[in-house]
Each structure stands twice: as structure tokens, then as C-alpha cells.
């Protein structure tokens, strides 16, 4: 299994519009951040993880010349607004794309995306296939079995995943003990670490340490990373051994 991280920052990404901080400023290309979204290759698959604005970009600047399949963890739209480019993927591989997400979720995409599911199509517009998915139950999506993991976004449900060793969660603030037993025995765990300071709906740089150590994965990485963080050299020298800042283009192998 070969994890790509697309894009490893917050909603506004890094460079934040008009910021001029030490960060949105560096000249370390690691501190550059697109919009949260991972890709993970297994058996001759891609499944991406999450489709937010940049999401043309990433696969441009990953090569992916296929994607079998795409998952969402929650309905915000730094995860989903970019959702629309998946037709270039129709057009090459003659087929509608398989879309994996909770009901909820689905709701926004159906609403956001009004055109892609009016009766009248129009010629060139995505074509989608949803399926249903919950904190309740596995599911199969390219072929792989996915475990589904519930974390809460403040009081927003989202979703983790996890492949086989691998497992992926971001924007989570809380997760409860029967869904941390979902993680435990996991090879590589990524979470997301928003920035140093307290945050209402997402984990902080320490509570993400505590997380990762407490679940024991033996290696774990921090994504959805804010300008606010501190640059990527600075903060990765001060972590635990075993935990690492991810950053845009990281590929790691399981």
C-alpha cells in the first residue's frame, strides 16, 4: 500500500490570501499546504479521500492518470467543492465514478452538485454512482475492505478510515472509546493537528500527540495543519519519536 498525501492543509490552505506570517512567507515548499486529501494505492487501486477545491490541482501534480474510487469524511466544503473534476476521470475510463458517503453527507453533495442529478442532463457533467456508508458497518469500495471510524467535528459526525494497517482521520476534535478500538493495531495513523492554541472543533498539536500515543500506531502523521502551526522545520524537531508533520506530495509505504 503506497499513501500519496495530496494535500495536507486547514480550509484556507497555506499560503493563507494575504497573510504575510512566517509561514504563508517560507520559502520551504513544505510549507505549502493544499486542502486536506490523501490517496492510498493497494492491489493496483486508487481511492482518493476527499475532493476539496484543490482537488484538480492534486491530481495533476500526482500524476494519477486513474482513480477507482472516492470517499468522504464529511460534507464541508474545503472536502468536497472540487468534486465536479472527477468527469475527467468518466471520460477516460468510461464510467461513472463510485462515490462513498454517509447519507448525510450525500444530501450536500446532491444539493451543491443540483445539476449532476436533475432529470435533463446536461452533455459533459460528472457522473456519479452513490453508496451509502456508516460508523456501523465495513464496506467494500475498489475491491478493499474499508472500516469506517466516527470521530466529532465539534458536534458534526465525521468520518475516519481505515485500510487494512492504515488508518486516516481528520477534523476530528473527539473520539469516543468504542471507535478508538477501531484504530488500536493500526501500522500508520494519520490526524489532524490544527495549530498549537485551543480549538472548539478540531485537535490541537498536543491533544493530536496524546491521541497518537495513546493509540500506539508506529508511526503516525499530522495533516489539516493551519498557517498558525508554526513551519513545518520548526515543529517537526520538537515531536515524539514516531510522530511526524505530513506535507504535500509525501508518499509513505505500508
Known amino acids: ?22 509561514v504563508c ?3 520551504d515548499p513544505k510549507d505549502n499546504r493544499l486542502r486536506s486529501s490523501v490517496m492510498v494505492e493497494i492491489n493496483g487501486k486508487n ?9 484538480r490541482y492534486q491530481m495533476l501534480r500526482a500524476q494519477v492518470k486513474r482513480l477507482d474510487a472516492i470517499l468522504f ?17 468518466n471520460h477516460m475510463q468510461h464510467q461513472a465514478m463510485d462515490i ?10 446532491k444539493r451543491d452538485f443540483h445539476y449532476v442529478f436533475t432529470e435533463k442532463k446536461y452533455p459533459g457533467i460528472p457522473l456519479l454512482i452513490l453508496h451509502d456508508i456508516s ?16 470521530a466529532m467535528h465539534y458536534m458534526l459526525p465525521v468520518l475516519g478510515f481505515r485500510f487494512e494497517g492504515f488508518t486516516y482521520i ?4 473527539t473520539i469516543s472509546e468504542t471507535e478508538k478500538e477501531k484504530i488500536r493495531g493500526s501500522k500508520v495513523l494519520v490526524l489532524n493537528a490544527l495549530q498549537k492554541g485551543s480549538h472548539i472543533s478540531h485537535l490541537t498539536l498536543s491533544e493530536a500527540i496524546a491521541l497518537a500515543q495513546e493509540i500506539k500506531a508506529e508511526r503516525t502523521y499530522f495533516t489539516h495543519l493551519s498557517h498558525t502551526m508554526g513551519k513545518h522545520a520548526d515543529v517537526s524537531k520538537d515531536l515524539p519519536e514516531g510522530i511526524f508533520i505530513a506535507y504535500d506530495g509525501l508518499r509513505i509505504k505500508i
Open 135 to 150: 460508523k456501523d458497518q465495513p464496506f467494500i469500495a475498489a475491491g478493499e475492505t474499508i472500516i469506517p471510524i466516527e
Open 25 to 27: 512567507t517560507s520559502a
Open 100 to 109: 462513498y458517503a454517509h447519507p448525510r453527507v450525500q444530501e450536500s453533495i
Open 1 to 22: 500500500m503506497i499513501v500519496t498525501f495530496l494535500g495536507t492543509g486547514t480550509s484556507q490552505g497555506v499560503p493563507v490570501i494575504g497573510c504575510q506570517c512566517a
Open 47 to 55: 481511492i482518493v479521500v476527499d475532493t476539496g477545491p484543490d482537488f
Open 170 to 173: 481528520t477534523d476530528a476534535k
Open 73 to 89: 469524511t464529511h460534507e464541508h466544503k474545503d472536502h468536497i467543492a472540487g468534486l465536479d473534476d472527477v468527469r475527467a476521470f
